[in-house]
T-cell receptor
Framework: GQNIDQPTEMTATEGAIVQINCTYQ??????LFWYQQHAGEAPTFLSY??LDGLEEKGRFSSFLSRSKGYSYLLLKELQMKDSASYLC??????????WGAGTKLIIKP | IAGITQAPTSQILAAGRRMTLRCTQD?????MYWYRQDLGLGLRLIHY???????GKGEVPDGYSVSRANTDDFPLTLASAVPSQTSVYFC????????????FGEGSRLTVL
């Protein structure tokens, strides 16, 4: 079966750095995606990795290792508005998106 | 720019009633999707459409139907609602079926009693 694992909840301090991990086992791989979802709102696209390595976009970076079936989302200089759920998703060989359950990130002052 | 509009935003429905959730996009995207989101679970695909006139079943299609008469509209119908269909429903679109970059509507919260 296809599976995506990410921690249920994480807590971090304003101004700090946090790394949210995602491991996956899917039928094929056509890219890994991170989405941000604030409580009561729609998911919004954050980043996309298809090749191994780090993709940086401002305060957010995403890393991929296809051989390990592993990705992480790195958030720097945390702000209170970063409190949200972060969803990891993989596009499989049939171009179906497989979603993790999401990681709820709580930022404390 | 509206993007994707869903209606209603929330609805309480008696079991056995028929309900249609509406979804309209103005981005001229070819692909559209309906997901449900339940606490502790990932987004689960109900139905999808890769282009106007075609639809397909996702992971959890039972009890739901869709149509795609034109590019912009993709309604989801619950023929006879049951309490297990209580959920938040998200409509999404993408410019092609081969991408994971989706644009989501604001969601429809449905409670079936």
């Amino acid at each position: 079966g296809q599976n995506i694992d990410q921690p249920t909840e994480m807590t971090a301090t304003e101004g700090a750095i946090v790394q949210i991990n995602c491991t996956y086992q899917t039928s094929g791989f056509n890219g890994l995606f991170w989405y941000q979802q604030h409580a009561g709102e729609a998911p919004t696209f954050l980043s996309y990795n298809v090749l191994d390595g780090l993709e940086e976009k401002g305060r957010f970076s995403s890393f991929l290792s296809r051989s390990k079936g592993y990705s992480y989302l790195l958030l720097k200089e945390l702000q209170m508005k970063d409190s949200a759920s972060y969803l990891c998703a993989v596009l499989d060989s049939n171009y179906q998106l497989i979603w993790g359950a999401g990681t709820k990130l709580i930022i404390k002052p | 720019i509206a993007g994707i509009t869903q209606a209603p935003t929330s609805q309480i429905l008696a079991a056995g009633r028929r309900m249609t959730l509406r979804c309209t996009q103005d981005m001229r995207h070819n692909a559209m999707y309906w997901y449900r989101q339940d606490l502790g679970l990932g987004l689960r695909l109900i139905h999808y459409s890769n282009t106007a006139g075609t639809t397909g079943k996702g992971e959890v299609p039972d009890g739901y139907s869709v149509s795609r008469a034109n590019t912009d509209d993709f309604p989801l119908t619950l023929a006879s609602a049951v309490p297990s269909q209580t959920s938040v429903y998200f409509c999404a679109s993408s410019d092609s079926e081969n991408t994971g970059e989706l644009f989501f509507g604001e969601g429809s919260r449905l409670t079936v009693l």
